[in-house]
Structures are given as C-alpha cells and as structure tokens.
C-alpha cells in the first residue's frame, strides 16, 4: 500500500511519496531545505518560548518554557548547533535544560541521542570588575548534515519588571517562530511590537477553558539576523514583541508593575530611598568645603565638583543582581575612590546638595537602546545613569563615567535620548538629551608653508572644539612625552608618510576649556616636484579620505558618535618669481546629512586652498550609502589633483 503525505511545514509545500513506514518529513524534506539555504550552515526549524504568569502567595510569578530545533545543513557546524543561554542569578533562573542529538537511520527516520554537555561562563569583559550575568552552553559534538539538536530549558523570571523582549529572529535563518504569554484574568498586560513591518507577524488571542487569556504571536520564514560592524544593535531593526504588565490583583487589592512611566519611576525611586540617608562624612565635607571655597557662581561649583569626580574617582562596573540598579553611599564612593555609574552619579548628587545645588540621579539608556522612556516605560529603556543639576534654570547633564568631559556637553553615547530625572518622591522629568550640532564638534586647521628644494616647511595651527578637543584632550591627557610626540605625529600626518613633526605645543588640555589648540612645526622631504621652471604641489595636505561602503554586501545603518565638521585652510607662500600656471577647478558636494566643499584661490603672494567637510547626522541610513560613496569618489578625484607654478 502507498499514499502520498502533504507536508507543510512554513518552507513552501512538498509531496513525499511514502510506503507503510513513511519517511520522517524533515529527512523527506532535507534536500529541499539544503536547496533553500544553500548559503547557510544551520537553520532553525522552531524556536518556541511559553510564558506563563500565575498570582502565587499574593506574589506574580513568571514561569516559561524555551525550545529550540536545529538543523545542520553543512559538515562541522558544531557552534551553530549549540544553544547558548544568556541569563542572570538573581533575576532569571534556569532549570530543566534538556538536549538531544537527533540523527537520520537510513534516510527513513531520527533517532535519539541524549549526549550534551552543559558549560557556563561568566560575561566579563574589559572595565568590568563585576558581573553576575551568565553565559550557560549546552553542546553537542559531531554534528553532520541532517543531524537535528534539540534544546528545552525552563527560567524563572523572579520580578515581573523584568519581563523583557522576545526576539523573532536569530543568527540563523527561522522557519517557525512562536512567543506565548498565558495570564489569568487578576493580571493586566499591554503589548508593543519592533520592527515587525517586514516579517508575516500573526496575532491570536484565545480564551482558555481555565479563566486564562493567551496571546500568540507566530511568525515563519524569517531571515537571519547579520550584524554588520558599525551598525546600530540588534533591537533597532531585528523584529521583536515587548510585553508590559501593567498590574496585578492580590488579596492586597491592585499592584502596579509597569503600566506607564509613572510606575517605572515609582519602582526606581523605590530602590534608591535609602541611598545617602546618613549624614555626609567628614572626609566628604572636607572634599566639597576646600572645592566650593572662593567659587564666585553656583556654575563654578558645579564645574569643580564633577571634574574632581572625573578626576578622583575610577569607573570600574559592577552588575550583582539589584545592585546593578542601587546606586551605592556616596561616603563609600568617596572613600573607595571607584565606581560604577550610579556610584559616580550618587556622589556628584550629594556633593552637589552638599554645596547648595539642585541635583537629581536621573536614568537613561545610551544610543544601544533604540526605545524611549514613552513608548517603552521599562527597565529595557535604560542601561545607565547620570546626573543632573539645575542652574540658573538650565538643566545641566552629569556624566562622570566620561573622562575630560567638559561640563554642559553630554557624552556622545546619550545624545537624544530621553533622561528621566527625578524630581521629588512623585514627580519626575522626561528630558531629552540634545544632539550637540556640527558647528559646535570642529576642526579647524590653518597650516602656512613654503616650497624649498622639492621639500615643504611650514607650521600648523589645530582649534579642536567639542567632542572633537574631548577625543584628543583624552589622549594627550594620557599619553607620556615620549608617546605623546609619536601621537601627535600619527594625529596630524599630512602630505605623505615622510611626514615629520619638528615641534609641537598645545594648551586647553583640561575639562573646563571644551577647546584645544595644537600648533606645530613640521617638514616633508620630497614632496614637491620641479621639472624645468615648473613647480609640481599638491595643496591638499590631508592624507585620507572617509571609507567607501559596501553597497552590495552592506543592508544596514552605520552609527556616526557624533555631527561634526573640519574646516581645512592650506596657505602656500608662492615662490619669489613664481606665478600660477595652473589650478584645479573648485568642487563641492552637498547631500542630506553630509558633504564637501573645496576651494582655490589666490591673495597676493599666497595660494589659498580651502576644504569644508561636515557630517550632519548619527546615523548613515542604507538608501544613503549609494550618495555617501559618490561624494567619497569626487573628494578623491578632487584630492589628487596638483596645482602647477611657473618661473
């Protein structure tokens, strides 16, 4: 006896011809899924997690159930077949873990192999002095094509803040993806997807015979996620569902979790109530006493009390479980002379009350985060904290974790994001972060030179401002003499590499000045030509151009730290008896969000070539990268064109 089985399994349909003992489907279908993806090592046939909320002892508990199916398509793809299991000892506990190795017999069916080894690893990194988040493996070994693992796990999430994200897509391509959340009619939930518009996102709500409510999403035939270097992260473009629960009823009547950003500021002002309840220390008072004295402005106070910060006190992370989210006492702080984030934003408060200023801690998530406090008023919308300070009706940002950081310029990691500051017990501000305009982050670099003997000598002038005097203040600051010669040789290399620095000075290398200036004295043999009475120069002295993008290759979004612009004046003292034979044509180049000018011209004795760039944006978006490699094409062609002077 034969039939035919119509297989559908969210990759297209299939007919499989069987006999009595029918091929198991995912064999019958192999050759197909290998033809399919065909580029792709290991495919994910179904990744499932199951939530379930439950009111246990007048607590909410989170209970959910995670399973994985792989395929291996291609020989010795034992890391794409492995599970990694990322999670936290006080937040998320993981128990259960299963595995199993499933192998074709015969091209007819699976069978079971129940060997995997279970490995975890602890996620430090450089600056991280502490760090509870874990990394559990569980590995499979000599994995080949058609071989299936299969991983189910159990967590326990243990405070209903920490719901988190589910993400539809993974490393590997996904032919079924599932996320279900069951709760009972005492709990309230809200819901918000990311990034779904390009995916078949499905939505089921089902009412269970139990009194529970399960809300479904499924979503099939999903592209792998590639993370290309540069790129905004994961949460910016993969596509992913938020849940929220906004509250529960007990026996103690209703209990708010995350309904808006009120309650979110409820619960972080709850674990910071018994921050800094003791009276400051001696060896405190004395600190803010001998900075204040003689400050003629609260401005100048403030400005003493966060560079002494900056100065005194290491940043060294820690994340261990609730500590990772209560800032430590600032007599502590002080006496330790480290910490982390909220222990430099605890003690800049206090020290700042301490001198009679209004400051507050104040949460935010740096560009990582794509989410506002707004549209997403949980614990995922933030991984930091700063400060702030109120003068003069100007709320001044105070982040101590950036070294040389001027006050009144924010870091470049928390441009337009939104701040949420604390104002009293109930009332709180959403402030944005303000993405500092190019004209405030430049370079301005005015070199004047002479031509002798195919040589040319000159000197330089370098005006760095904003984030621009931030990055070169940070290396001066820590380079010794020696090295510090050899940096700013590397930093302000012009012409060719037979570049050479033969004296240099620079001033403003400190935090109140926000400006830098560099001047040096500089020499490059050979780098100009004569041939008969005529002189052959290149004017522009600047060495490298911006990199080109990979429009094939590249999908995705390139993250700029900062708007920015150079402003490049080279002063050429034409030789006595010397007149110009021959310019190149001035070129410009403007499109939305960068471009160049380039110009020459002469005054008297001087030859005049002048080059404004500027980038005004943070992100270069992918319908931009095609405009963005033709200005790069006209800056080179610009570049190498040479001026000709005639005797």
């Not at 079971?112 to 499979?140: A, H, W």
């Not at 012409?495 to 004295?521: A, C, H, K, M, P």
Request: proline share 4%.
């Amino acid at each position: 006896m034969t039939y035919f089985k119509l297989l559908s399994f969210g990759f297209g349909l299939v007919f499989i011809g069987t006999g009595l003992r029918a091929q198991d489907p995912i064999i019958a279908s192999f050759d197909y899924l290998k033809d399919k993806y065909e580029d792709e090592n290991v495919i994910i046939l179904e990744q499932k997690e199951s939530v379930q909320l439950k009111i246990e002892d007048d607590s909410l508990r989170i209970y959910s159930k995670h399973h994985t199916d792989r395929l291996c398509l291609q020989h010795d793809q034992t890391g794409g077949m492995n599970e990694y299991i990322f999670h936290n000892q006080t937040f998320n506990k993981i128990s259960n873990i299963q595995g199993k190795k499933l192998y074709p017999v015969k091209n007819k069916k699976y069978k079971s192999s129940n060997y995997f080894e279970v490995s975890e690893q602890s996620r430090t990194g450089p600056g991280i002095f502490y760090d509870d988040n874990k990394l559990t493996i569980v590995g499979f070994y000599g994995t080949s094509p058609g071989d299936r693992t299969v991983v189910s796990f159990d967590e326990e999430i243990t405070d209903p803040h920490f719901l988190g994200v589910y993400y539809f897509a993974d490393y590997s391509p996904i032919i079924k993806s599932e996320y279900a959340i069951t709760f009972p009619k005492e709990v309230k939930i809200k819901f918000k997807t990311f990034n779904t518009d390009k995916i078949n996102l499905n939505f089921e709500e089902k009412s269970n015979s139990d009194g529970t409510t399960t809300f479904i999403w499924t979503a099939d035939t999903i592209q792998k996620f590639t993370h290309e270097e540069g790129a905004p992260s994961i949460s910016y473009s993969a596509p992913h569902v938020a849940v929220l629960i906004e509250e529960f009823e007990s026996s103690k009547g209703k209990e708010p979790i995350l309904s808006d950003v009120s309650t979110l500021y409820s619960w972080y002002k709850s674990l910071i109530k018994q921050v800094n309840k003791d009276e400051p220390s001696k060896e405190l008072a004395a600190v803010v006493d001998s900075l204040i004295h003689g400050a003629k402005s609260d401005r100048e106070k403030a400005e003493k009390i966060y560079y002494w910060v900056q100065d005194n006190i290491k940043y060294v992370a820690f994340e261990d479980g609730m500590n990772g989210f209560v800032p430590r006492e600032a007599n502590a702080v002080c006496t330790k002379k480290y910490g982390d984030c909220k222990d430099m934003s605890s003690i800049l408060k206090q020290m700042m009350q301490m001198a009679g200023l209004e400051a507050s801690l104040t949460w935010i998530g740096t560009r990582h985060i794509p989410y506002k406090y707004t549209e997403l008023p949980t614990p995922s919308a933030d991984n930091h904290m700063i400060a702030s300070v109120l003068i003069d009706g100007e709320r001044i940002i105070l982040d101590a974790t950036g070294q040389f950081q001027p006050l009144g310029l924010p870091t470049s990691m928390i441009q337009g994001k939104q701040a949420l500051i604390e104002i009293d017990e109930e009332n709180y501000e959403i402030y944005e972060i303000p993405v500092i305009p190019k004209e405030e982050n430049i370079l301005i670099d005015s070199t004047f030179f002479k031509v002798g003997h195919d040589s040319i000598y000159g000197s330089c002038r370098e005006y760095h401002r904003g984030y621009m005097a931030n990055e070169m203040g940070y290396f001066l600051k820590r380079k010794t003499e020696k090295n510090r010669k050899e940096f700013i040789q590397m930093a302000c290399e012009k012409g060719s590499d037979r570049f050479e620095v033969t004296d240099y000075g620079y001033s403003g290398v400190n935090q109140i000045s926000n400006e830098i200036q560099l001047n040096i004295d500089f020499i490059i043999p050979e780098y100009s030509r004569t041939i008969d009475n005529s002189i052959y120069l290149n004017m522009n002295l600047r060495k490298s151009l911006p990199e080109k993008i990979d429009t094939v290759e590249r999908t995705q979004a390139i993250e700029i730290d900062y708007k920015h612009m150079e402003h490049i004046v080279n002063v050429l003292e034409i030789p006595d008896g010397y007149s110009i034979k021959f310019l190149p044509e001035n070129t410009q180049f403007e499109s939305e969000g960068f471009g160049f000018t380039l110009e020459y011209k002469q005054k008297g004795d001087k030859l005049i070539c002048e080059l404004v760039m500027s980038i005004d944006t943070l992100l270069l978006e992918p319908e931009q990268h095609s405009e963005w490699n033709k200005m790069i094409a006209e800056m080179d062609s610009a570049f190498r064109k040479s001026i000709v002077l005639n005797k």
